[in-house]
């Protein structure tokens, strides 16, 4: 049982260029979101999912597209890498559909636009 | 003021000690809280969940304070690998968890 699998680990962009960061879980849950942690900010809510075809926005949505076509994946685009992205995202899943469930958490991903 | 707020410390404890951490929050509808450890960056990973009025798993106990709008954690015996980021998590009932900045232990031989 994998868990929540984030991939790629680490990334470098150059400002303007776009990536999609990858999340999937293998627990069939419907609860899924993804945070971006920066020093002395916490975690802060991107975006997140109830379910498939259901998205929704979080805390700091702006620069960020999300999808859901299946329960298990839920991808992050970033469509024009700014340098106030760079961040440690993770991804995590739980439980039930009002958010209220523990979160489980993917390892991260380290991103550094420059 | 914060939807939750921690002390971000750090707290220097030595081994042995008991070290308790408060965390507030905004909302009174809120009806869960977790507790998460964070290590170096990686992973936040759930250490207890509180539903009523407290919760106790060996050497933690955690405390929930309705009227005061507060939860605790209490770590006694503190161990060297206790030494970590706590993060206090927040259910107000939106369908979005709220994570406090965290609350840095750092315990020393």
């Known amino acids: 049982n994998a868990g929540v699998t984030q991939t790629p680990k680490f990334q470098v962009l150059k400002t303007g260029q776009s990536m999609t960061l990858q999340c999937a879980q293998d627990m069939n849950h419907e609860y899924m979101s993804w945070y971006r942690q920066d020093p002395g900010m916490g975690l802060r809510l991107i975006h997140y999912s109830v379910g498939a075809g259901i998205t929704d926005q979080g805390e700091v949505p702006n620069g960020y597209n999300v999808s859901r076509s299946t329960t298990e994946d839920f991808p992050l685009r970033l469509l024009s890498a700014a340098p106030s992205q760079t961040s440690v995202y993770f991804c995590?899943?739980?439980?039930?559909?009002?958010?209220?469930?523990?979160?489980?958490f993917g390892n991260g991903t380290r991103l550094t636009v420059t | 003021r914060k939807e939750v707020e921690q002390d971000p410390g750090p707290f220097n404890v030595p081994e042995g000690a008991t070290v308790a951490f408060n965390c507030t929050y905004s909302?009174?509808?809120?009806?869960?809280f977790f507790w998460y450890r964070q290590d170096c960056r990686k992973e936040p990973k759930l250490l207890m969940s509180?539903?009523?009025s407290g919760n106790e798993d060996g050497r933690f106990t955690a405390q929930l304070n309705r009227a005061s709008q507060y939860i605790s954690l209490l770590i006694r015996d503190s161990k060297l690998s206790d030494s970590a980021t706590y993060l206090c998590?927040?259910?107000?009932?939106?369908?979005?968890?709220?994570f406090g900045q965290g609350t840095t232990l750092q315990v020393k031989p």
């Open positions: 995590a899943s739980s439980t039930g559909q009002d958010g209220g469930s523990p979160l489980h």
């Open positions: 909302n009174s509808a809120s009806q869960s």
């Open positions: 509180v539903y009523s």
């Open positions: 998590v927040v259910n107000p009932n939106t369908g979005k968890l709220i």
